[in-house]
C-alpha cells in the first residue's frame, strides 16, 4: 500500500467523522500553523478521522484530550508513529504503557529533576548571552539558526556526555525522524541514532563521567541493573526529545514578540511577568502530536475505535479550543485558565519539562534585556514545518543595531 495515498472509509467510520487533514503538511498550515489548526478544531468534531497515511483519528477536543491521554489501556503507547513504521524502535518510557511505564519513568525523574535542572542555569544563561552578542551588532539574524538551535542542543549534548562536533550530523538525523513522512528514511536515521549511541553507551560502560548516561547506568530498574537494550531505548528517546523540542519554542516564542513590539517593552519594564509570558506562548504555539495505538476494540466519543489504529494527539488543537480558551489566538497572559497542554498531561507528561522551562525563561529574559526592538525581516518570511512536532525552519529577524 501507498502510505501517502488516501483510503477508502472503513465501514464502520461514520462519514460525520471523516476530515480530510494531513498533519504533516495541510494546506490550512499556511500562512500560519496555528491559526491553520484553531480553524481545523473549530470546524471539525472533537474526535474525526482522515484518510491520509493509510487512515488514522485524531483527538482534537480538549475534554477528548484530557480523556484519551489517561485512558492508557485503550489508547496505548506502544506504537506512537503515523505513517506506521517499517520497524518500530522501542523507546523508553514513551512506548511503554502503566503498570510497565513507571520503572523506565522513575530514572528520568532522577536526572531531570527540578534540582538538577536549577543546577544549570548559570550555564545557560552565559551560553544564550554569548550567542545573542554574536549578531546583536549585526542588525538580523536568522534567530533559528543563531540561537534557538545551538542553545538547548549544546546544553542537552553537554549533560548527555555527547560530543559538542556531531551537532549537525545529530540534527540531520533528528530532521529525518520528525520531519520526514517517509518510513524508510525516519527508519534508517534511527537505526544510525541507536548505533551512534550504542558506541557512546559501550563506552561509558567501560569508564564513567559526570553526564546521564553514565547515570542511567548506575540506576537500578525495579531493583536490577539496566540492559544494554534499555539503554539503547532510553538514549534513542531521550536524543529525539531534547535535539529538538527547546529550539521551536524559542522560536516560535520569539517570533511572536518580534510581531508585537509593545509586549517587548511591557516585559523589558517588567521582567517579573516572563514567566508569565512565557506560559502563555507555550500555550498559544503548542507544537507537539504525539501518536497512540488502539489497544482494543472501543466506542467513545460517538465513534467506534477499532483494535490496531492509530490515533494522532492533537495537543495544540486543545490549547486553541475556544470553548476552553476563550479567543484562544488572543496572547493574553492574564487568562483565567492558565493550564495549558503543551507538555502533555497524564503518566507521559514531558520529563524534560523543568529542563525545557529553565531554558525558555533564560533566553527571554536574556534576548530582551540584550536586544533592541526588533522585528520580523518583511523580505524574508519565516518557515515552517508540519508533523508530529510541528517546527520553525527558519526566523529570520531584523533591528537597528545600536
Ligand atoms: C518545550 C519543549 C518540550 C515540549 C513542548 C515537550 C513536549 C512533550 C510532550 C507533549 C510529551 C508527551 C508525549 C506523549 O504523550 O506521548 C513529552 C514527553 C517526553 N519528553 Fe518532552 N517536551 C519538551 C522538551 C523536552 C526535553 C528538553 C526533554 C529531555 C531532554 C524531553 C524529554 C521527554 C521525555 C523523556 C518524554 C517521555 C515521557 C514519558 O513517556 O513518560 N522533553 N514531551
Redesign the pocket.
Known amino acids: 500500500m501507498n502510505i501517502m495515498a488516501q483510503i477508502a472509509i472503513p465501514d464502520h467510520v461514520d462519514p460525520d467523522h471523516v476530515v480530510d487533514f494531513d498533519f504533516y503538511n495541510d494546506p490550512r498550515y499556511a500562512p500560519d500553523v496555528h491559526e491553520g489548526i484553531a480553524k481545523i478544531v473549530a470546524e471539525s468534531p472533537p474526535v474525526f478521522w482522515t484518510p491520509r497515511y493509510g487512515g488514522h483519528w485524531i483527538i482534537a477536543g480538549h475534554a477528548a484530550i484530557f480523556q484519551v491521554?489517561r485512558d492508557t489501556e485503550t489508547f496505548s503507547?506502544a506504537k506512537?508513529g503515523i505513517p506506521a513504521p517499517e520497524q518500530e524502535f522501542k523507546q523508553v518510557?514513551?512506548n511503554?504503557d502503566p503498570p510497565e511505564?513507571a520503572q523506565?519513568?522513575g530514572p528520568?525523574n532522577k536526572v531531570?529533576s527540578p534540582k538538577a535542572m536549577m543546577a544549570i542555569q548559570d550555564e545557560v544563561r552565559a551560553l544564550a548571552a554569548d550567542l545573542i552578542e554574536k549578531v546583536r551588532a549585526d542588525g538580523h539574524c536568522d534567530f533559528a539558526h543563531a540561537v534557538a538551535e545551538p542553545l538547548?542542543v549544546s546544553i542537552?549534548l553537554k549533560m548527555m556526555g555527547l560530543p559538542l562536533d556531531m551537532l549537525p550530523q545529530y540534527r540531520r538525523w533528528v530532521g529525518e525522524i520528525l520531519i520526514s513522512n517517509d518510513v524508510q528514511v525516519r527508519g534508517r536515521a534511527s537505526g544510525e541514532v541507536i548505533a551512534s549511541m550504542s558506541e557512546i553507551i559501550q563506552a561509558r560502560m567501560i569508564e564513567r563521567r559526570n553526564d546521564i548516561i553514565s547515570t542511567l547506568l548506575d540506576t537500578p530498574i525495579d531493583g536490577r541493573e539496566v540492559t544494554f537494550e534499555e539503554m539503547q531505548s532510553f538514549c534513542l528517546?531521550?536524543f529525539i526529545?531534547?535535539l529538538d523540542?527547546?529550539m521551536?519554542?524559542m522560536s516560535f516564542g520569539v517570533r511572536h514578540l518580534a510581531k508585537d513590539p509593545a509586549l517587548q517593552a511591557e516585559l523589558r519594564a517588567n521582567p517579573a511577568r516572563i514567566t508569565d509570558a512565557m506560559e502563555e506562548l507555550?500555550r498559544r504555539y503548542?507544537?507537539?502530536m504525539?501518536?497512540?495505538i488502539i489497544a482494543r476494540d472501543h466506542e467513545a466519543f460517538g465513534v467506534r475505535f477499532k483494535a490496531g489504529e492509530r490515533v494522532l494527539?492533537m495537543?495544540p488543537a486543545a490549547d486553541l479550543d475556544a470553548r476552553e480558551f476563550p479567543d484562544p489566538l488572543k496572547f493574553d497572559m492574564d487568562r483565567e485558565n492558565k493550564v495549558h497542554i503543551?507538555?502533555?498531561s497524564?503518566?507521559?507528561?514531558?520529563?524534560?519539562?523543568h529542563?525545557?522551562r529553565i531554558?525558555?525563561r533564560i533566553l527571554y529574559e536574556e534576548w530582551l534585556k540584550r536586544m533592541p526592538e526588533f522585528r520580523l525581516d518583511p523580505d524574508k518570511p519565516a518557515k515552517f514545518h508540519g508533523g508530529h512536532v510541528i517546527g520553525v525552519d527558519s526566523l529570520p529577524l531584523v533591528w537597528d543595531p545600536s
Do not use: D
Open positions: 491521554v503507547s506512537m518510557p514513551i511503554s511505564h523506565y519513568r528520568l531531570f538547548p542537552f528517546l531521550l526529545a531534547g523540542t527547546v521551536n519554542g507555550l503548542t507544537f507537539t504525539p501518536g497512540r494527539i495537543l503543551a507538555f502533555n497524564g503518566p507521559h507528561r514531558c520529563a524534560g519539562s529542563l525545557a531554558e525558555l
